[in-house]
Protein backbone atom coordinates (compact mmCIF):
# COMPACT_ATOMS: atom_id res chain seq x y z
CA UNK A 1 0.00 0.00 0.00
CA UNK A 2 0.94 3.77 -0.53
CA UNK A 3 -1.39 5.45 1.95
CA UNK A 4 -2.77 8.69 0.33
CA UNK A 5 -3.93 9.48 4.24
CA UNK A 6 -4.28 8.24 7.50
CA UNK A 7 -7.52 6.79 7.26
CA UNK A 8 -6.08 4.79 4.54
CA UNK A 9 -3.38 3.35 6.72
CA UNK A 10 -5.73 2.52 9.45
CA UNK A 11 -8.14 0.83 7.39
CA UNK A 12 -5.10 -1.36 5.97
CA UNK A 13 -3.68 -2.13 9.36
CA UNK A 14 -7.50 -3.61 10.43
CA UNK A 15 -7.91 -5.22 7.53
CA UNK A 16 -4.56 -7.07 8.53
CA UNK A 17 -5.37 -8.02 12.21
CA UNK A 18 -2.53 -5.05 12.94
CA UNK A 19 -5.60 -2.22 14.77
CA UNK A 20 -8.09 -2.40 17.44
CA UNK A 21 -11.64 0.04 17.78
CA UNK A 22 -12.27 0.96 21.12
CA UNK A 23 -15.74 1.74 21.10
CA UNK A 24 -15.80 3.30 24.96
CA UNK A 25 -16.23 6.76 25.50
CA UNK A 26 -12.30 7.30 26.61
CA UNK A 27 -11.41 10.38 28.77
CA UNK A 28 -8.36 12.55 26.71
CA UNK A 29 -7.22 13.09 30.41
CA UNK A 30 -4.81 10.75 31.55
CA UNK A 31 -7.24 7.79 30.38
CA UNK A 32 -6.38 7.66 26.57
CA UNK A 33 -2.63 7.76 27.43
CA UNK A 34 -3.06 5.02 30.20
CA UNK A 35 -4.66 2.58 27.89
CA UNK A 36 -2.09 3.17 25.37
CA UNK A 37 0.97 2.40 27.62
CA UNK A 38 -0.67 -0.62 28.97
CA UNK A 39 -1.36 -2.39 24.93
CA UNK A 40 2.18 -1.26 24.18
CA UNK A 41 3.78 -2.80 27.05
CA UNK A 42 2.03 -6.20 25.87
CA UNK A 43 3.37 -5.74 21.94
CA UNK A 44 -0.59 -5.24 21.44
CA UNK A 45 -1.96 -3.58 18.03
CA UNK A 46 -2.57 0.14 17.07
CA UNK A 47 -5.85 1.78 18.90
CA UNK A 48 -8.44 3.42 17.31
CA UNK A 49 -10.40 5.37 19.80
CA UNK A 50 -13.83 6.06 18.51
CA UNK A 51 -15.61 7.91 20.91
CA UNK A 52 -12.84 10.89 22.23
CA UNK A 53 -14.99 12.63 25.46
CA UNK A 54 -14.91 16.30 24.46
CA UNK A 55 -14.34 16.03 21.03
CA UNK A 56 -15.70 14.46 17.28
CA UNK A 57 -12.78 13.40 16.30
CA UNK A 58 -11.24 10.05 16.85
CA UNK A 59 -7.71 10.01 17.88
CA UNK A 60 -5.29 6.71 16.91
CA UNK A 61 -2.27 5.48 18.90
CA UNK A 62 0.27 2.69 18.75
CA UNK A 63 0.79 3.16 14.88
CA UNK A 64 4.50 2.62 15.40
CA UNK A 65 4.13 0.54 18.81
CA UNK A 66 6.36 -2.73 16.78
CA UNK A 67 9.15 -2.67 14.58
CA UNK A 68 6.88 -5.34 12.68
CA UNK A 69 4.07 -2.84 12.14
CA UNK A 70 6.14 0.22 11.08
CA UNK A 71 7.26 -1.96 8.44
CA UNK A 72 4.42 -3.72 7.23
CA UNK A 73 3.27 0.18 7.05
CA UNK A 74 6.23 1.03 4.75
CA UNK A 75 6.28 -2.77 3.06
CA UNK A 76 6.01 -1.06 -0.53
CA UNK A 77 8.60 1.75 -0.58
CA UNK A 78 11.18 0.42 2.69
CA UNK A 79 13.50 -0.64 0.32
CA UNK A 80 13.54 1.58 -2.51
CA UNK A 81 13.59 4.33 0.08
CA UNK A 82 16.99 2.66 1.71
CA UNK A 83 18.69 2.09 -1.68
CA UNK A 84 17.93 6.27 -1.99
CA UNK A 85 19.48 7.62 0.82
CA UNK A 86 22.19 5.12 0.47
CA UNK A 87 23.18 6.22 -2.91
CA UNK A 88 22.94 9.69 -1.45
CA UNK A 89 25.30 8.80 1.43
CA UNK A 90 27.66 7.51 -1.08
CA UNK A 91 27.12 7.65 -4.92
CA UNK A 92 29.72 5.59 -6.36
CA UNK A 93 27.77 2.47 -4.71
CA UNK A 94 25.44 2.80 -8.06
CA UNK A 95 28.66 2.63 -10.21
CA UNK A 96 30.11 -0.75 -8.17
CA UNK A 97 26.46 -2.41 -8.60
CA UNK A 98 24.21 -0.25 -11.09
CA UNK A 99 21.58 -3.41 -11.43
CA UNK A 100 20.76 -3.30 -7.80
CA UNK A 101 20.37 0.58 -7.91
CA UNK A 102 18.27 0.39 -11.31
CA UNK A 103 15.43 1.29 -9.74
CA UNK A 104 16.39 4.57 -7.54
CA UNK A 105 15.48 6.57 -9.98
CA UNK A 106 12.01 5.55 -10.23
CA UNK A 107 11.55 5.73 -6.75
CA UNK A 108 13.13 9.35 -6.50
CA UNK A 109 9.94 10.59 -8.92
CA UNK A 110 7.95 11.05 -5.70
CA UNK A 111 10.57 12.72 -3.99
CA UNK A 112 9.88 16.36 -4.71
CA UNK A 113 6.96 17.96 -3.35
CA UNK A 114 3.64 19.13 -5.45
CA UNK A 115 2.42 22.45 -5.56
CA UNK A 116 -0.97 22.34 -5.64
CA UNK A 117 -3.98 24.87 -5.41
CA UNK A 118 -3.72 28.41 -3.48
CA UNK A 119 -6.32 29.26 -1.61
CA UNK A 120 -7.94 26.40 1.23
CA UNK A 121 -7.12 22.77 -0.33
CA UNK A 122 -10.81 20.71 -0.92
CA UNK A 123 -11.95 19.07 1.77
CA UNK A 124 -11.12 21.00 4.79
CA UNK A 125 -12.60 23.02 7.25
CA UNK A 126 -11.83 25.59 9.76
CA UNK A 127 -12.18 24.62 13.35
CA UNK A 128 -10.83 25.98 16.79
CA UNK A 129 -8.17 24.61 18.97
CA UNK A 130 -10.79 23.40 21.58
CA UNK A 131 -12.40 21.36 18.93
CA UNK A 132 -8.95 18.63 18.86
CA UNK A 133 -8.79 15.85 21.45
CA UNK A 134 -7.54 17.50 24.14
CA UNK A 135 -4.74 14.73 25.54
CA UNK A 136 -2.90 14.92 29.19
CA UNK A 137 -0.80 12.26 29.35
CA UNK A 138 0.20 12.26 33.12
CA UNK A 139 -1.04 13.51 36.17
CA UNK A 140 1.62 16.41 36.47
CA UNK A 141 1.46 17.45 33.16
CA UNK A 142 0.63 21.70 32.57
CA UNK A 143 -2.08 20.96 29.86
CA UNK A 144 -2.90 19.06 26.65
CA UNK A 145 0.17 18.68 23.88
CA UNK A 146 0.29 17.36 20.64
CA UNK A 147 2.92 14.63 20.86
CA UNK A 148 3.21 13.49 17.17
CA UNK A 149 3.31 17.03 15.58
CA UNK A 150 5.35 18.00 12.16
CA UNK A 151 6.54 21.64 12.88
CA UNK A 152 7.01 23.12 9.51
CA UNK A 153 9.02 26.51 9.17
CA UNK A 154 11.18 28.26 6.10
CA UNK A 155 14.59 30.21 6.19
CA UNK A 156 13.14 33.78 6.08
CA UNK A 157 16.29 34.87 4.50
CA UNK A 158 15.47 31.98 1.57
CA UNK A 159 11.96 31.12 1.50
CA UNK A 160 10.03 28.52 -0.25
CA UNK A 161 9.85 24.93 0.70
CA UNK A 162 13.19 23.10 -0.72
CA UNK A 163 14.43 25.37 2.22
CA UNK A 164 12.14 24.63 5.08
CA UNK A 165 12.55 22.53 8.34
CA UNK A 166 9.97 19.72 9.18
CA UNK A 167 10.42 18.49 12.92
CA UNK A 168 9.00 17.10 15.90
CA UNK A 169 8.55 19.66 18.48
CA UNK A 170 5.81 19.18 21.21
CA UNK A 171 3.02 21.82 21.32
CA UNK A 172 1.39 22.49 24.27
CA UNK A 173 -2.46 23.40 22.97
CA UNK A 174 -4.12 24.19 26.44
CA UNK A 175 -2.70 24.99 30.37
CA UNK A 176 -0.18 27.56 31.54
CA UNK A 177 -0.60 31.42 30.66
CA UNK A 178 -1.94 30.31 27.18
CA UNK A 179 -5.13 31.97 25.97
CA UNK A 180 -7.23 28.76 24.52
CA UNK A 181 -7.82 28.63 20.82
CA UNK A 182 -5.24 31.99 20.34
CA UNK A 183 -2.14 30.66 21.58
CA UNK A 184 -0.04 27.62 21.91
CA UNK A 185 3.52 27.04 23.13
CA UNK A 186 6.61 25.18 20.77
CA UNK A 187 8.92 23.61 22.75
CA UNK A 188 12.20 23.02 20.83
CA UNK A 189 15.42 21.82 22.40
CA UNK A 190 19.13 22.67 20.68
CA UNK A 191 20.54 21.39 17.79
CA UNK A 192 16.80 22.34 16.45
CA UNK A 193 16.62 23.52 12.37
CA UNK A 194 13.78 25.37 13.39
CA UNK A 195 15.85 27.42 16.09
CA UNK A 196 17.90 28.75 12.81
CA UNK A 197 14.85 29.93 11.42
CA UNK A 198 13.82 31.86 14.40
CA UNK A 199 17.28 33.16 15.17
CA UNK A 200 17.36 34.88 11.17
CA UNK A 201 13.79 36.19 11.83
CA UNK A 202 14.56 37.50 15.21
CA UNK A 203 17.47 39.67 13.34
CA UNK A 204 14.90 40.67 10.71
CA UNK A 205 12.47 42.30 13.46
CA UNK A 206 10.08 39.57 12.15
CA UNK A 207 7.96 37.20 13.32
CA UNK A 208 8.39 33.43 11.98
CA UNK A 209 5.49 31.67 10.50
CA UNK A 210 5.05 28.33 11.21
CA UNK A 211 2.75 25.58 10.28
CA UNK A 212 2.33 22.60 12.22
CA UNK A 213 0.82 19.48 10.57
CA UNK A 214 -0.90 16.36 12.30
CA UNK A 215 -1.58 12.92 11.07
CA UNK A 216 -1.34 12.70 7.45
CA UNK A 217 0.11 9.71 5.84
CA UNK A 218 2.23 7.71 8.48
CA UNK A 219 5.65 8.74 6.21
CA UNK A 220 5.25 12.14 7.43
CA UNK A 221 5.34 11.84 11.03
CA UNK A 222 8.50 9.53 10.40
CA UNK A 223 10.17 12.55 8.30
CA UNK A 224 9.71 14.95 11.16
CA UNK A 225 11.92 13.17 13.21
CA UNK A 226 14.76 11.70 10.93
CA UNK A 227 18.31 12.80 10.60
CA UNK A 228 19.12 12.66 7.30
CA UNK A 229 21.71 13.14 4.94
CA UNK A 230 22.94 17.05 4.55
CA UNK A 231 21.08 19.01 2.40
CA UNK A 232 18.25 15.60 2.00
CA UNK A 233 14.80 17.77 2.72
CA UNK A 234 12.42 16.09 5.15
CA UNK A 235 9.76 16.66 2.40
CA UNK A 236 11.69 15.01 -0.06
CA UNK A 237 11.77 12.03 2.50
CA UNK A 238 8.51 12.31 2.97
CA UNK A 239 7.59 12.08 -0.71
CA UNK A 240 9.85 8.43 -1.02
CA UNK A 241 8.60 6.71 2.02
CA UNK A 242 5.06 7.44 1.31
CA UNK A 243 5.35 6.67 -2.51
CA UNK A 244 3.79 9.60 -3.37
CA UNK A 245 4.53 13.09 -3.73
CA UNK A 246 4.04 16.08 -0.56
CA UNK A 247 1.40 17.83 -1.69
CA UNK A 248 1.12 21.30 -0.86
CA UNK A 249 -0.44 25.05 -0.95
CA UNK A 250 -0.08 27.95 0.32
CA UNK A 251 -3.01 29.95 2.73
CA UNK A 252 -2.93 33.54 3.98
CA UNK A 253 1.00 32.87 3.11
CA UNK A 254 1.57 30.02 5.18
CA UNK A 255 2.13 26.30 3.74
CA UNK A 256 -0.45 23.62 4.13
CA UNK A 257 0.38 20.35 3.67
CA UNK A 258 -3.17 18.81 1.78
CA UNK A 259 -3.01 15.83 3.01
CA UNK A 260 -2.42 16.25 6.81
CA UNK A 261 -5.32 15.52 9.09
CA UNK A 262 -5.21 18.99 11.20
CA UNK A 263 -2.73 21.89 10.27
CA UNK A 264 -2.62 24.68 12.98
CA UNK A 265 -1.02 27.92 11.63
CA UNK A 266 0.61 30.91 13.36
CA UNK A 267 3.24 32.99 13.70
CA UNK A 268 6.39 33.36 16.31
CA UNK A 269 6.51 36.98 17.51
CA UNK A 270 10.55 37.88 17.89
CA UNK A 271 11.71 37.10 21.60
CA UNK A 272 8.29 36.68 23.12
CA UNK A 273 8.06 33.43 25.11
CA UNK A 274 5.34 32.44 27.80
CA UNK A 275 5.82 29.60 30.27
CA UNK A 276 5.72 26.08 28.54
CA UNK A 277 5.47 22.52 30.48
CA UNK A 278 5.82 20.37 32.75
CA UNK A 279 5.51 17.07 30.24
CA UNK A 280 6.63 13.79 30.97
CA UNK A 281 9.53 13.03 28.79
CA UNK A 282 11.48 10.73 26.99
CA UNK A 283 14.00 9.88 29.70
CA UNK A 284 11.68 9.17 32.26
CA UNK A 285 10.57 12.17 34.27
CA UNK A 286 9.44 15.66 33.92
CA UNK A 287 10.76 18.18 31.82
CA UNK A 288 9.98 21.30 33.93
CA UNK A 289 8.45 24.51 33.28
CA UNK A 290 10.86 27.14 31.26
CA UNK A 291 10.23 29.29 29.20
CA UNK A 292 9.72 28.88 25.37
CA UNK A 293 8.68 30.42 22.29
CA UNK A 294 4.67 31.24 22.01
CA UNK A 295 2.43 30.76 18.71
CA UNK A 296 -0.27 33.05 18.12
CA UNK A 297 -2.51 31.38 16.14
CA UNK A 298 -3.96 32.34 12.68
CA UNK A 299 -6.30 28.93 11.31
CA UNK A 300 -6.93 26.03 12.40
CA UNK A 301 -8.29 23.11 10.00
CA UNK A 302 -9.41 19.56 9.89
CA UNK A 303 -9.41 17.30 6.77
CA UNK A 304 -13.30 15.79 6.11
CA UNK A 305 -13.09 12.55 8.23
CA UNK A 306 -9.79 13.72 10.46
CA UNK A 307 -8.14 11.34 12.92
CA UNK A 308 -5.95 12.83 15.60
CA UNK A 309 -2.61 10.92 15.81
CA UNK A 310 -0.32 10.14 18.90
CA UNK A 311 1.73 8.74 21.37
CA UNK A 312 2.98 8.53 24.77
CA UNK A 313 6.10 9.78 25.72
CA UNK A 314 7.27 8.15 29.09
CA UNK A 315 10.35 5.90 30.13
CA UNK A 316 11.58 3.94 27.61
CA UNK A 317 10.71 1.65 26.28
CA UNK A 318 8.05 3.38 24.60
CA UNK A 319 6.69 3.46 21.35
CA UNK A 320 9.52 5.62 20.21
CA UNK A 321 11.71 3.19 20.63
CA UNK A 322 10.44 2.16 17.67
CA UNK A 323 11.25 5.20 16.08
CA UNK A 324 14.96 4.62 16.98
CA UNK A 325 15.09 1.07 14.88
CA UNK A 326 13.61 2.38 12.35
CA UNK A 327 15.87 5.72 12.08
CA UNK A 328 19.11 3.45 12.66
CA UNK A 329 18.07 0.83 9.82
CA UNK A 330 17.21 3.52 7.64
CA UNK A 331 20.27 5.57 8.04
CA UNK A 332 22.56 3.77 10.21
CA UNK A 333 25.06 3.81 7.21
CA UNK A 334 25.43 7.19 7.36
CA UNK A 335 27.39 7.81 10.28
CA UNK A 336 30.14 5.94 8.41
CA UNK A 337 30.22 8.11 6.01
CA UNK A 338 29.96 11.27 7.96
CA UNK A 339 32.79 10.11 10.71
CA UNK A 340 35.64 7.23 8.83
CA UNK A 341 36.78 5.06 10.69
CA UNK A 342 33.74 4.81 12.71
CA UNK A 343 31.69 1.50 12.36
CA UNK A 344 28.83 1.70 14.77
CA UNK A 345 26.89 4.13 17.41
CA UNK A 346 24.26 3.59 19.24
CA UNK A 347 22.16 5.79 21.06
CA UNK A 348 21.03 3.87 24.24
CA UNK A 349 17.19 3.84 24.61
CA UNK A 350 16.99 2.65 28.17
CA UNK A 351 18.98 5.50 29.25
CA UNK A 352 16.54 8.02 27.65
CA UNK A 353 18.62 7.66 24.04
CA UNK A 354 20.94 11.64 24.67
CA UNK A 355 22.59 10.54 27.96
CA UNK A 356 24.33 7.78 26.68
CA UNK A 357 26.35 6.85 23.23
CA UNK A 358 28.68 3.09 22.42
CA UNK A 359 30.54 3.22 19.32
CA UNK A 360 32.69 1.06 17.71
CA UNK A 361 35.62 3.01 15.95
CA UNK A 362 39.26 1.89 14.10
CA UNK A 363 42.44 2.26 15.70
CA UNK A 364 44.94 2.49 12.33
CA UNK A 365 47.63 5.34 13.44
CA UNK A 366 50.56 2.68 14.77
CA UNK A 367 49.42 -0.99 13.30
CA UNK A 368 53.15 -1.14 13.48
CA UNK A 369 53.34 -0.89 17.86
CA UNK A 370 52.66 -3.82 19.77
CA UNK A 371 51.34 -1.82 22.80
CA UNK A 372 47.98 -0.05 22.33
CA UNK A 373 46.08 2.23 23.53
CA UNK A 374 43.46 4.93 22.34
CA UNK A 375 44.45 7.28 19.91
CA UNK A 376 42.35 7.22 16.97
CA UNK A 377 39.27 6.63 18.81
CA UNK A 378 39.76 9.43 20.76
CA UNK A 379 39.37 11.53 17.21
CA UNK A 380 36.66 9.92 16.48
CA UNK A 381 34.51 10.53 19.63
CA UNK A 382 35.57 14.39 19.51
CA UNK A 383 33.81 13.95 16.03
CA UNK A 384 30.87 11.84 17.38
CA UNK A 385 30.46 14.62 20.42
CA UNK A 386 30.67 17.15 17.83
CA UNK A 387 27.79 15.84 15.33
CA UNK A 388 24.04 17.03 15.49
CA UNK A 389 22.14 15.89 18.23
CA UNK A 390 25.19 12.98 19.18
CA UNK A 391 26.46 16.33 20.72
CA UNK A 392 23.84 16.31 23.27
CA UNK A 393 25.20 13.18 25.10
CA UNK A 394 26.93 12.86 28.04
CA UNK A 395 28.44 9.56 28.55
CA UNK A 396 30.48 7.81 25.28
CA UNK A 397 31.84 4.32 25.67
CA UNK A 398 33.98 3.58 22.36
CA UNK A 399 35.90 1.11 21.53
CA UNK A 400 38.29 -0.45 18.67
CA UNK A 401 36.95 -3.75 17.11
CA UNK A 402 40.32 -5.72 17.12
CA UNK A 403 40.65 -9.72 17.40
CA UNK A 404 36.58 -10.17 18.02
CA UNK A 405 33.09 -9.14 16.75
CA UNK A 406 31.72 -6.34 18.85
CA UNK A 407 28.04 -5.09 19.04
CA UNK A 408 27.21 -2.09 20.93
CA UNK A 409 23.19 -3.49 20.68
CA UNK A 410 24.71 -6.41 23.13
CA UNK A 411 24.79 -3.98 25.44
CA UNK A 412 25.98 -6.01 28.51
CA UNK A 413 28.88 -7.52 26.23
CA UNK A 414 29.77 -4.29 24.99
CA UNK A 415 30.57 -2.86 28.63
CA UNK A 416 32.39 -5.36 29.61
CA UNK A 417 34.67 -5.53 26.76
CA UNK A 418 35.25 -2.04 27.09
CA UNK A 419 35.65 -2.61 31.07
CA UNK A 420 38.06 -5.63 30.63
CA UNK A 421 40.29 -3.44 28.47
CA UNK A 422 40.16 0.56 30.02
CA UNK A 423 43.40 1.63 31.67
CA UNK A 424 41.68 3.74 34.30
CA UNK A 425 44.57 5.91 34.79
CA UNK A 426 44.75 6.78 30.96
CA UNK A 427 41.40 6.05 29.56
CA UNK A 428 38.85 8.47 30.82
CA UNK A 429 38.44 11.56 29.10
CA UNK A 430 36.29 15.04 30.36
CA UNK A 431 34.66 17.85 28.83
CA UNK A 432 33.22 20.05 30.84
CA UNK A 433 30.38 23.16 30.89
CA UNK A 434 29.22 22.21 27.66
CA UNK A 435 25.75 21.15 26.09
CA UNK A 436 23.76 18.54 27.50
CA UNK A 437 19.88 17.16 26.30
CA UNK A 438 17.42 20.25 26.95
CA UNK A 439 15.36 17.70 28.81
CA UNK A 440 18.35 16.14 31.03
CA UNK A 441 18.20 17.93 34.39
CA UNK A 442 21.01 16.23 35.39
CA UNK A 443 23.73 18.91 34.88
CA UNK A 444 24.29 22.44 36.07
CA UNK A 445 21.74 24.32 34.25
CA UNK A 446 19.11 24.30 31.64
CA UNK A 447 20.95 22.31 28.28
CA UNK A 448 24.50 22.66 30.46
CA UNK A 449 26.16 19.67 32.19
CA UNK A 450 29.12 17.77 30.74
CA UNK A 451 30.91 14.88 29.10
CA UNK A 452 33.04 12.30 29.51
CA UNK A 453 34.61 9.25 27.29
CA UNK A 454 35.69 5.78 27.79
CA UNK A 455 37.89 4.60 25.65
CA UNK A 456 39.24 0.95 25.42
CA UNK A 457 41.82 -1.02 22.53
CA UNK A 458 43.87 -3.46 23.18
CA UNK A 459 43.93 -7.15 24.88
CA UNK A 460 42.27 -7.62 28.21
CA UNK A 461 43.89 -6.07 31.06
CA UNK A 462 41.81 -7.51 33.79
CA UNK A 463 39.13 -10.76 34.60
CA UNK A 464 35.38 -9.25 35.71
CA UNK A 465 34.06 -10.27 38.82
CA UNK A 466 30.90 -11.93 38.22
CA UNK A 467 29.45 -11.24 42.32
CA UNK A 468 29.94 -8.92 44.81
CA UNK A 469 33.88 -8.64 45.62
CA UNK A 470 34.61 -9.49 49.46
CA UNK A 471 35.93 -6.05 49.49
CA UNK A 472 32.92 -4.14 49.36
CA UNK A 473 30.76 -6.59 51.87
CA UNK A 474 30.45 -4.55 55.15
CA UNK A 475 31.06 -1.07 54.24
CA UNK A 476 30.40 1.59 56.80
CA UNK A 477 27.31 3.99 56.06
CA UNK A 478 26.88 1.95 53.11
CA UNK A 479 24.93 -1.04 52.29
CA UNK A 480 22.53 -3.19 50.19
CA UNK A 481 25.45 -3.94 47.54
CA UNK A 482 23.92 -5.50 44.57
CA UNK A 483 25.90 -7.21 41.52
CA UNK A 484 24.87 -5.76 38.42
CA UNK A 485 27.11 -7.41 35.59
CA UNK A 486 30.64 -8.22 35.02
CA UNK A 487 32.53 -5.23 36.84
CA UNK A 488 29.98 -3.62 37.80
CA UNK A 489 27.94 -3.51 41.53
CA UNK A 490 25.00 -1.10 42.74
CA UNK A 491 25.75 0.46 46.19
CA UNK A 492 23.12 1.78 48.32
CA UNK A 493 23.95 5.08 49.91
CA UNK A 494 22.02 8.54 52.61
CA UNK A 495 20.12 10.27 50.81
CA UNK A 496 22.00 13.18 48.73
CA UNK A 497 21.94 16.43 49.88
CA UNK A 498 24.22 18.71 48.49
CA UNK A 499 27.24 18.21 46.36
CA UNK A 500 29.71 19.33 49.73
CA UNK A 501 28.42 16.50 51.61
CA UNK A 502 28.64 13.98 48.54
CA UNK A 503 32.32 14.78 48.46
CA UNK A 504 32.91 14.15 52.22
CA UNK A 505 30.92 10.46 52.24
CA UNK A 506 32.36 9.07 48.81
CA UNK A 507 35.94 9.94 49.65
CA UNK A 508 35.08 7.90 52.95
CA UNK A 509 34.19 5.35 51.18
CA UNK A 510 36.69 5.83 48.91
CA UNK A 511 39.26 5.54 51.42
CA UNK A 512 37.24 2.47 52.86
CA UNK A 513 37.67 0.79 49.44
CA UNK A 514 41.16 1.11 49.06
CA UNK A 515 41.76 0.45 52.47
CA UNK A 516 41.32 -3.22 52.27
CA UNK A 517 43.34 -3.68 48.92
CA UNK A 518 43.04 -3.73 45.37
CA UNK A 519 40.00 -4.01 44.04
CA UNK A 520 40.63 -4.79 40.21
CA UNK A 521 37.83 -7.01 38.83
CA UNK A 522 35.04 -3.83 39.68
CA UNK A 523 36.16 -1.33 37.83
CA UNK A 524 32.13 1.01 37.78
CA UNK A 525 30.45 1.22 41.35
CA UNK A 526 27.01 2.77 41.03
CA UNK A 527 26.10 4.87 44.42
CA UNK A 528 22.78 4.91 44.08
CA UNK A 529 18.92 5.30 46.54
CA UNK A 530 17.79 1.57 46.18
CA UNK A 531 20.44 -0.78 45.12
CA UNK A 532 17.89 -3.78 44.92
CA UNK A 533 16.07 -1.74 42.26
CA UNK A 534 18.88 -0.44 39.82
CA UNK A 535 20.44 -4.07 40.13
CA UNK A 536 17.44 -5.66 39.25
CA UNK A 537 17.50 -5.36 35.10
CA UNK A 538 20.28 -3.96 32.87
CA UNK A 539 17.57 -1.67 31.72
CA UNK A 540 17.46 -0.28 35.16
CA UNK A 541 21.01 0.18 35.37
CA UNK A 542 21.06 2.23 32.41
CA UNK A 543 18.20 4.52 33.43
CA UNK A 544 19.35 5.16 36.37
CA UNK A 545 22.62 5.36 36.14
CA UNK A 546 22.93 7.59 33.09
CA UNK A 547 19.75 9.88 33.50
CA UNK A 548 20.95 10.99 37.07
CA UNK A 549 24.22 11.86 37.09
CA UNK A 550 26.56 14.26 35.58
CA UNK A 551 29.96 13.62 34.80
CA UNK A 552 31.63 16.42 35.84
CA UNK A 553 29.94 16.29 39.23
CA UNK A 554 29.17 12.94 39.92
CA UNK A 555 31.94 10.86 39.16
CA UNK A 556 34.16 10.24 42.03
CA UNK A 557 36.83 7.25 42.16
CA UNK A 558 39.35 5.25 44.39
CA UNK A 559 42.96 6.41 44.74
CA UNK A 560 41.76 9.46 42.38
CA UNK A 561 44.12 12.38 41.31
CA UNK A 562 45.38 14.06 38.64
CA UNK A 563 48.31 13.85 36.45
CA UNK A 564 49.10 16.90 34.76
CA UNK A 565 45.22 17.99 34.83
CA UNK A 566 44.59 14.25 33.58
CA UNK A 567 42.08 13.05 36.04
CA UNK A 568 42.78 9.14 36.57
CA UNK A 569 41.37 6.38 39.34
CA UNK A 570 41.90 2.60 40.55
CA UNK A 571 37.67 2.33 40.49
CA UNK A 572 34.99 4.43 38.91
CA UNK A 573 32.32 5.67 41.49
CA UNK A 574 29.10 7.34 39.69
CA UNK A 575 26.73 8.89 42.29
CA UNK A 576 23.31 7.83 40.39
CA UNK A 577 21.42 8.89 44.07
CA UNK A 578 18.83 11.32 42.74
CA UNK A 579 19.35 14.67 43.23
CA UNK A 580 17.29 17.83 44.60
CA UNK A 581 17.63 19.88 41.37
CA UNK A 582 16.23 16.70 39.35
CA UNK A 583 12.92 16.35 37.88
CA UNK A 584 10.99 13.88 39.62
CA UNK A 585 10.65 10.90 38.15
CA UNK A 586 7.11 9.66 36.00
CA UNK A 587 4.69 7.41 38.21
CA UNK A 588 1.02 6.24 36.66
CA UNK A 589 -1.96 7.43 38.64
CA UNK A 590 -3.69 4.23 40.54
CA UNK A 591 -6.93 5.83 40.10
CA UNK A 592 -6.57 6.14 36.64
CA UNK A 593 -5.43 2.63 36.10
CA UNK A 594 -8.30 1.49 37.75
CA UNK A 595 -10.85 3.44 35.53
CA UNK A 596 -9.34 2.03 32.65
CA UNK A 597 -10.06 -1.77 33.18
CA UNK A 598 -13.58 -1.22 31.79
CA UNK A 599 -11.99 -1.51 28.60
CA UNK A 600 -9.86 -4.17 29.12
CA UNK A 601 -12.72 -6.42 31.39
CA UNK A 602 -14.85 -9.19 29.71
CA UNK A 603 -16.85 -7.61 27.25
CA UNK A 604 -14.83 -4.57 26.69
CA UNK A 605 -12.93 -3.55 23.32
CA UNK A 606 -9.94 -4.64 24.58
CA UNK A 607 -10.70 -7.83 26.24
CA UNK A 608 -8.00 -10.78 26.31
CA UNK A 609 -5.59 -8.54 23.97
CA UNK A 610 -3.80 -7.08 27.47
CA UNK A 611 -4.24 -8.77 30.88
CA UNK A 612 -4.87 -6.06 33.84
Given amino acids: MKYRNLEECILDLEKHGHLVRIREEVDPNLEMAAIHMKVYAAHGPALLFENVKGSKFPAVSNLFGTIERSKFIFRNTWDSTQKVIALRNDPIKALKNPFKYLGTGLAARTALPLKQITGSPAGFKEIQIADLPLI ?37 LTGNDYEVNKEVGIHY ?26 GGPPAHTLSAIMPL ?29 NDADFVITGEI ?18 SLIHEFPVMKVHKVYAKNNAIFPFTVVGRPPQEDTAFGELIHELTGSAIRQEIPGVKEVHAVDAAGVHPLLFAIGSERYTPYQQVKQPMEILTQANRILGTGQLSLAKFLFIAAEEKEPVSTHRMEEFLAYILERIDLQRDIHFQTNTTIDTLDYSGTGFNTGSKVVFAAVGDKKRELCKEVP ?15 MPGVVAVQGPNFTTYQNAELEIAKLCDEIQS ?22 IDNFLWVTFTRSNPSHD ?4 NSHFDFKHWACDNVIIDARTKPHQAPPLI ?19 AGIVKV
Fill in 136 to 172: KHWQGDGGAFVTLPQVYSEDPEKPGIMNSNLGMYRVQ
Fill in 470 to 484: EQLQGLNEFENVNFI
Fill in 555 to 558: MYGV
Fill in 269 to 286: PPNETKPEGPFGDHLGYY
Fill in 516 to 537: RGTLDSCPMIILCDDSEFLSAT
Fill in 588 to 606: PDPTVEERIKRVFDQGGSL
Fill in 229 to 257: PEGMSELTFAGLLSGKHFRYSYVDGYCIS
Fill in 189 to 214: QIHRGIGIHQDKANKLGKPLKVSIFI
